[in-house]
């Protein structure tokens, strides 16, 4: 019985109450940046809570070889408990954040939780946007952010070839065949030549009527070039190899409509069973469960040590936070970022906790920016060091399957690649999560196909 124990002490004690429990902190999301938080807090007296709406931590750089066939789902993910199995400080909740209580200093979910914190830290992400047009265009023109999208956007693109094989209408054979991806950042770029390979290597000896290498895939960029984030050089060098696939570009012509039987571009039509949408992001919906200034992407403008203005036991970080450095450079929306944000954030929170000075000030580390193009070509941009073609594509590997979170991962995705290097063969050609309906017409409008 400790009570008395206490009383007696209060009664004696006139020195003020400190309070020896562990500090409650909690992390919002188990994506690169609130991974990174967490494993920075490992050995930190605290009671550390992850709450993700997913079981798992997600890679998205290689979200489009999942939809393309390349790789499997679980290739690419990790399950967040085992990730965290040894940090026994670290607990992990499966539930969606809904609100956070501010005043009363509470993480508020789906399931009816109220979860208490000391510190916060919200790493939740961002999703697509479509320039105000979401509620139309989502619908046609698919976005790869879950893996939920990309294995929906795998069925889209394998379907397209099985209707086309059974399609008596060369027109319609011909919309069926054609491929449009929306926005020419790395993961447009990626997805081109991506699908290029699958229509042009991967299955050009699996169909008796269509020919599949004869499929269009067109890239379309509003803005001047492609990969705007990448120096000119290595752009044009990525253009040329898509070229090369046979990807044709639409470069400085924005997309106008978007419907379920293509898009239009100024006064052109172009007709097509997939489009793939890869031009825009927002972040999650952070900012509006603090009440806190954004940005117009919606992300939570921070303060250098990524707290929220005015709430220093608040912090904000990844996708979702806007962040500037002394220069007013932003931090950009790329997963280094986000891991260097959370490793900075978990050092700083563990600091107060010790009572030890606090971490240098957060100062973000380029190390560059890499996009593939097909099976052995990529653009690689490391300052000093620049890489095209071939050695550019096996650096790229190499990153890749170091980054990537778990042994298995790491063996099974190089293993994947050597073999689709040697076989070109796409191991992860699967239309899962529909039945298909021999009874149902060839061509419905891409829009209906889902909801068929
Ligand atoms: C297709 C694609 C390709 C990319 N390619 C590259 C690349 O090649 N190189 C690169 O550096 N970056 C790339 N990025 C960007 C990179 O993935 C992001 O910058 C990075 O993931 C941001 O990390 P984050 O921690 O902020 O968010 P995320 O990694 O997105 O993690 C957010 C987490 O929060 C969880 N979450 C969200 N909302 C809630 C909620 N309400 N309740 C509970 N949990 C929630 C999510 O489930 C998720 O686990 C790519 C992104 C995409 C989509």
């Known amino acids: 019985m400790s009570a008395p124990t206490i009383m007696s002490t209060r009664i004696i004690t006139s020195a003020p109450i400190i309070t020896t429990r562990?500090?409650?902190?909690?992390?919002?999301?188990?994506?690169?940046?609130?991974?990174?938080?967490?494993?920075?807090?490992?050995?930190?007296?605290?009671?550390?809570?992850?709450?993700?709406?997913?079981?798992?931590?997600?890679?998205?750089?290689?979200?489009?070889?999942?939809?393309?066939?390349?790789?499997?789902?679980?290739?690419?993910?990790?399950?967040?408990?085992?990730?965290l199995r040894d940090q026994v400080n670290a607990r992990v909740m499966l539930d969606k954040v809904t609100d956070i209580d501010r005043g009363r200093r509470l993480v508020l979910t789906e399931g009816g939780r109220a979860v208490a914190f000391d510190y916060l830290v919200l790493a939740t992400g961002a999703r697509h946007s479509y320039f105000g047009r979401d509620q139309e265009?989502?619908?046609?023109?698919?976005?790869?952010?879950?893996?939920?999208?990309?294995?929906?956007?795998?069925?889209?693109?394998?379907?397209?070839?099985?209707?086309?094989?059974?399609?008596?209408?060369?027109?319609?054979?011909?919309?069926?065949?054609?491929?449009?991806?929306?926005?020419?950042?790395?993961?447009?770029?990626?997805?081109?030549?991506?699908?290029?390979?699958?229509?042009?290597?991967?299955?050009?000896?699996?169909?008796?009527?269509?020919m599949?290498?004869?499929?269009?895939?067109?890239?379309?960029?509003?803005?001047?070039?492609?990969?705007?984030?990448?120096?000119?050089?290595?752009?044009?060098?990525a253009a040329r190899s898509l070229e090369a696939m046979g990807v044709t570009l639409r470069v400085g012509q924005a997309v106008s409509e978007v419907s379920a039987e293509g898009v239009t571009i100024g006064a052109d039509h172009l007709s097509a069973g997939t489009i793939v949408w890869a031009a825009g992001v927002k972040?999650?919906?952070?900012?509006?469960?603090?009440?806190?200034?954004?940005?117009?992407?919606?992300?939570?403008?921070?303060?250098?040590?990524?707290?929220?203005?005015?709430?220093?036991?608040?912090?904000?970080?990844?996708?979702?936070?806007?962040?500037?450095?002394?220069?007013?450079?932003?931090?950009?929306?790329?997963?280094?970022?986000?891991?260097?944000?959370?490793?900075?954030?978990?050092?700083?929170?563990?600091?107060?906790?010790?009572?030890?000075?606090?971490?240098?000030?957060?100062?973000?580390?380029?190390r560059g920016a890499m996009a593939t193009i097909g099976r052995k070509s990529a653009v690689v941009d490391l300052g000093r060091l620049r890489l095209t073609g071939l050695p550019g594509w096996l650096l790229w590997s190499l990153a890749h399957v170091w980054f990537l979170v778990g042994f298995r991962n790491r063996l099974s995705v190089a293993t994947s690649w050597f073999w689709s290097y040697l076989t070109w063969e796409r191991g992860a050609r699967l239309i899962t999560g529909q039945e298909i309906d021999g009874t149902r017409p060839a061509l419905p409008p891409a829009g209906r196909r889902e909801a068929a």
């Open 22 to 83: 562990p500090r409650k902190i909690v992390i919002v999301g188990a994506g690169f940046g609130g991974l990174a938080a967490a494993q920075a807090l490992r050995h930190a007296k605290a009671e550390i809570t992850v709450i993700d709406r997913r079981n798992f931590h997600l890679f998205q750089p290689l979200l489009y070889q999942v939809a393309t066939a390349a790789l499997s789902p679980a290739d690419i993910s990790a399950p967040i408990r085992s990730v």
């Open 137 to 210: 265009w989502a619908q046609f023109a698919p976005g790869i952010k879950t893996l939920d999208d990309a294995t929906r956007l795998r069925a889209r693109i394998l379907l397209a070839f099985e209707r086309a094989e059974l399609e008596p209408d060369p027109a319609k054979r011909k919309a069926l065949l054609t491929f449009l991806v929306i926005g020419a950042g790395p993961t447009g770029v990626e997805l081109a030549g991506a699908i290029a390979e699958l229509a042009r290597k991967a299955v050009t000896r699996d169909f008796r009527t269509i």
């Open 212 to 237: 599949p290498e004869s499929a269009s895939i067109v890239l379309i960029e509003a803005g001047p070039r492609i990969l705007p984030s990448f120096r000119e050089g290595l752009a044009r060098a």
């Open 283 to 366: 972040a999650s919906a952070a900012g509006r469960w603090l009440s806190a200034e954004m940005d117009r992407a919606g992300r939570v403008r921070v303060e250098r040590d990524f707290s929220l203005p005015g709430a220093p036991d608040i912090f904000v970080i990844g996708d979702t936070a806007a962040h500037a450095d002394a220069e007013g450079r932003p931090l950009p929306g790329v997963a280094p970022a986000a891991k260097q944000a959370g490793a900075h954030v978990g050092a700083l929170i563990a600091a107060r906790l010790a009572g030890r000075a606090p971490p240098a000030p957060f100062r973000y580390r380029d």
